[in-house]
């Protein structure tokens, strides 16, 4: 073996790769629900009552724009509701 840090250096790349699948993996398990009236001015995920799109919201905690979050966690936020407002 011309470089002895080469089997060393090919250990770590790939324990630090199976990290970071298992922690990938484990956020794709992770049940999600939308929550409605906390999302940022331009930073919801998905539709509103005046547009289909995400990153619409026209400002802070518009009742009809949403964001996904872990389930249970919504009813937890002031101001957050699991139906849309008017």
């Keep these: 073996m011309k470089n002895p840090n080469t089997l ?3 250990a770590i790349t790939g324990l630090l790769t199976l990290g970071t699948f298992a922690a990938a ?7 999600l629900e939308k ?8 930073k919801n995920d998905c539709q ?7 990153g619409t919201a ?18 937890k936020i002031v101001g957050a509701s699991l139906k ?3």
């Design 8 to 10: 060393l250096t090919t």
């Design 25 to 31: 993996t484990a956020a794709e398990k992770t049940p």
């Design 35 to 42: 929550c409605y009236g906390i999302s940022k001015a331009g």
């Design 48 to 54: 509103t009552s005046s547009s289909a799109c995400a």
């Design 58 to 75: 026209k400002k802070d905690g518009q009742k009809d724009a949403w964001i996904f979050i872990p389930k249970g966690s919504c009813e």
């Design 84 to 86: 849309p407002g008017k």
